[in-house]
């Protein structure tokens, strides 16, 4: 395979993980009702996250309400495609099967 | 009417804003990380509280804050597979465009597993060649 194949297929690559990282901010923008839902799942998950650092306590509450406010209300959009980029599609190894379609997909005989 | 579309809109973009709440959040992470860290050695007691603000201060507000911060991300990316995207990319994705032994040049046969198979059983017929067990 020479260079400009590569760089063809590292672009289709690219335009494939871009679609798949922007998926869930599309969803939230065009379902009012998903908006609201992966809020709440963001929310439960941060909460849960810190909790799981410091514990149950007064600590935990003030640094999760400054993390919601920040991941949750704010900046909404980034985090949901953070954390299905992350936790969803690192941790289960997703990306590996969107790389080994796509080479498949152009596979020579 | 255009100037101020456009001024909202670099409003409502507010890159820099942006990157400073995510600085920010990424100070908490790191110092929820240290937190934990240090009560999980130490227990809950003042020389845990001395330690937590110590290392706080050397990885939150140090000139060296880029170098933890940098290093945390590092981690979590590590810790989450972020490598093997590499992997696939620059060693399994070759040998699979290849195509099954052929079409390819040879290092891009070496890449596929038929093709990695297909030397294999090649060096086990020379003389002095492990035997390589049957195909299932």
Redesign the interface.
Known sequence: MDERGMLHIFLLILVALIAVIALPAVVMKVFPLADLIIRIILAFIIFATVRGYLGSGIPSILVSGVLIYFLVIKWAYFAAAAYVALFILLSLQIFSIIIFGIGMGMRRG | MLENALLQGLALLSIGE?FH??F??LK?FVL??I??WVVMHLGKGPLSIVVIVGFTYLMLFSPWTWFFEGTYVLL??FT???A??FI??FF???G?????G????PE?KMGSQGGVMQRMRLFSQRPGGRRLPPPM
């Open positions: 942006f709440d995510m920010l959040v908490i929820l990380t937190a934990s979590m990316l989450l597979g972020f093997g995207i696939d990319f399994v994705f070759p699979f465009a290849a195509g099954p052929g079409g390819g040049p891009a």
